[in-house]
Every structure is written in C-alpha cells, then in structure tokens.
T-cell receptor
Framework: EADIYQTPRYLVIGTGKKITLECSQTMGHDKMYWYQQDPGMELHLIHY???????EKGDLSSESTVSRIRTEHFPLTLESARPSHTSQYLC???????????FGSGTRLTVV | QQPVQSPQAVILREGEDAVINCSSSKALYSVHWYRQKHGEAPVFLMILLKGGEQKGHEKISASFNEKKQQSSLYLTASQLSYSGTYFC????????????FGKGTMLLVSP
C-alpha cells in the first residue's frame, strides 16, 4: 500500500543531542516537504525537495538540515537540539504542482 | 504571503451547513483544502486549480474566485466526523511554488 512513514512517532531528548527524524514514502513522489506545527497552530514550511540531490529551505528559519539521496527518503537532522525545537514535525510528499499533499503521521519532539 | 481564513471557529449541530473562506493577496495557481483531527496528520480534501478544474471528494465542494483570489469550502449536511481543523493552502501563480497554509478554522459538530 502506497504511504508515507515517519519515525519515531514521539521523541523526548536532552538539550545538545543530535537527532534525525526519518521520513520515507512508497509513492514514487519527486516532491517532499517538512513542516513544523505547534499544537493548534498553522503549518510552517522548513525544508523541501523537488528530487534527488535537490533541497531548499522554507519560509521558517530552522537550525535543521535535510538530505535527499534517494527518492523515497527525506530525513531531517538537528545537530544540537534545544528546547525551542519542541514541536511536531510533519513530512509530506506530492506528485507535483496541482496535486494534493500526503502527510505522514508526524514526529512529536520534546527537548528537555 | 499567508492566506487569511475565516471564520476562526464554527460550532454546528449535525445536519447543518458551514462555509469556510480563504483569501490571498497574491495571484494563485491553486488552493488546497485539508482537514486535521486532533493528534492526527492533515488529510487532503480538495484542490482547486486556476482555470476551474477541481479534484476532491464527493460530499465536500468548494469554489475558487480567481479575480478575487478567494476560495470557499462548503460542508453540507455536516456529520460528527466533519469535526476538526480545516486549513487552506495556497500555491503561487508560477506553478512551481510550495504551499503556504492559513491559520486554520476549527469546526465542531455536535449531536
């Protein structure tokens, strides 16, 4: 079944730790995105990719980095987690302009 | 630029209708609509493209006024399952842009 998967679902981590949030999709979509969403608030784009070896920063300034070595995989890395990074991170993919986004279940990150 | 959604919240009884609006100050290529239930990921409902094409679900309809850069989502004969937060997302007129989401409209349908 075509889908988009995010792991871990929940993560509690100490300040200063390096973390990688995983995102994989089985739909063969070229376009992938990372959004940050605080509870009850709007989604903010932090990174996106239009294909392998293509990555761009989004509207929201972020201290994270991404990579796109394979079409299906789009991980997000925080080199040094801080309490201000506490949020929900949503990964999404789409078939291109004019098509809806499919979102993963999200990773709820808490930095203590 | 972030689209503006209205109203911020709606409370309905089952069977009633609701309209959620989304407006942008820039020329748009498309408007997307998503519903997000508490603790879950947003789910795609509908897309409206410049030129009038619509792709979405049968029980939910929407309109896109290209002159005014406004879209409206129509929820008719609401069901309990319609409860959630509705987000519109807009793509710029170049057609190669990413989605910018509005702040959302919270909809609560009660029995």
């Amino acid at each position: 079944e075509a889908d988009i998967y995010q792991t871990p679902r929940y993560l509690v981590i100490g300040t200063g730790k390096k973390i990688t949030l995983e995102c994989s999709q089985t739909m063969g979509h070229d376009k992938m995105y990372w959004y940050q969403q605080d509870p009850g608030m709007e989604l903010h784009l932090i990174h996106y990719s239009y294909g392998v070896n293509s990555t761009e920063k989004g509207d929201l300034s972020s201290e994270s980095t991404v990579s796109r070595i394979r079409t299906e995989h789009f991980p997000l890395t925080l080199e040094s987690a801080r309490p201000s990074h506490t949020s929900q991170y949503l990964c999404a993919s789409s078939d291109g302009t004019g098509y809806g986004y499919t979102f993963g279940s999200g990773t709820r990150l808490t930095v203590v | 630029q972030q689209p503006v959604q209205s109203p911020q919240a709606v409370i309905l009884r089952e069977g009633e209708d609701a309209v959620i609006n989304c407006s942008s100050s820039k020329a748009l290529y498309s408007v997307h609509w998503y519903r997000q239930k508490h603790g879950e990921a947003p789910v795609f409902l509908m897309i409206l493209l410049k030129g009038g094409e619509q792709k979405g679900h049968e029980k939910i309809s929407a309109s896109f006024n290209e002159k005014k850069q406004q879209s409206s989502l129509y929820l008719t004969a609401s069901q309990l399952s319609y409860s959630g937060t509705y987000f519109c997302g807009t793509e710029g007129s170049s057609g190669y842009s990413t989605l910018t989401f509005g702040k959302g409209t919270m909809l609560l349908v009660s029995p």
